[in-house]
């Protein structure tokens, strides 16, 4: 970020996502094990609409924003054209596992050689908080004011269901940004070693939709871990 033109940073940083986000945590792993791997000047990454968009300017990396839900298929291409770039999708749920959710399915079963981090916030944070696949049974959400239905989706089990023995899935949390560091410098790592998909849930807070407080929004995070579990779900690197 220091090759950043001067003039640039005063309007640019700090990041533009809502107090107690946790993109910037999600983004700050990111960009951690991506200074780590040395692999900067050959990382092409894909940003969806939807509060991923706001990660645009975040980095200097090659960056390109894409349709909404269609971040995968556009840094497949990306991987196809460029073999040698380490190509990186940056969604949210809503554009991993709703509109985006056929170009997810396809890139596991095709086990596509790219990385797709997804910020698992439980709603549909940019356009107002709406119930996303991800919300929780009886959630408060602006479309569901009386609370959601008992029907969610766990990305990250459906994942590993029918993920390549090849590939990695995992899930971190930004109340552990270490261990997330971690989970997303392995995938990468899976990438440049030319193994096949690579995925990273990240559980993140989003108290503005969430509208909790500090201690609220703790105790939402812990919730959502118990029902989306932490941990790698399919990685034979080390085996």
Not at 126 to 139: F, H, N, R, S, V
Not at 150 to 168: P, T, W
Not at 172 to 188: E, M, S
């Amino acid at each position: 970020m220091d090759s950043f033109p001067k003039s640039w940073r005063k309007s640019t940083k700090p990041h533009s996502f809502c107090p107690g986000c946790g993109h910037p945590i999600v983004l700050k792993a990111l960009g951690w094990a991506v200074e780590e791997l040395k692999i900067q000047n050959k990382t092409a990454f894909g940003i969806d609409i939807g509060c991923s968009l706001l990660a645009w300017d975040f980095f200097n990396l090659d960056t390109i924003q894409t349709h909404h839900g269609r971040t995968v298929p556009v840094i497949t291409g990306v991987k196809i054209s460029r073999p040698d770039a380490v190509a990186i999708a940056y969604v949210g749920d809503g554009g991993a596992y709703a509109i985006g959710s056929q170009h997810l399915l396809s890139s596991l079963y095709k086990n596509i050689n790219i990385t797709v981090i997804i910020v698992n916030n439980a709603n549909y944070g940019m356009t107002g908080g709406q119930e996303a696949p991800t919300t929780l049974p009886y959630q408060l959400t602006s479309s569901t004011p009386k609370g959601a239905d008992n029907y969610y989706l766990d990305g990250i089990k459906m994942a590993a269901s029918i993920a390549n023995k090849n590939a990695y899935v995992a899930r971190g949390c930004t109340d552990n940004p270490v261990q997330l560091k971690i989970f997303i410098r392995k995938a990468l790592q899976n990438q440049i070693q030319k193994r096949g998909l690579s995925i990273v849930e990240a559980l993140s807070y989003c108290p503005t939709n969430w509208k909790t407080d500090a201690k609220k929004t703790r105790a939402f995070i812990e919730n959502l871990k118990k029902i989306y579990p932490i941990g790698e779900f399919v990685n034979n690197n080390e085996k």
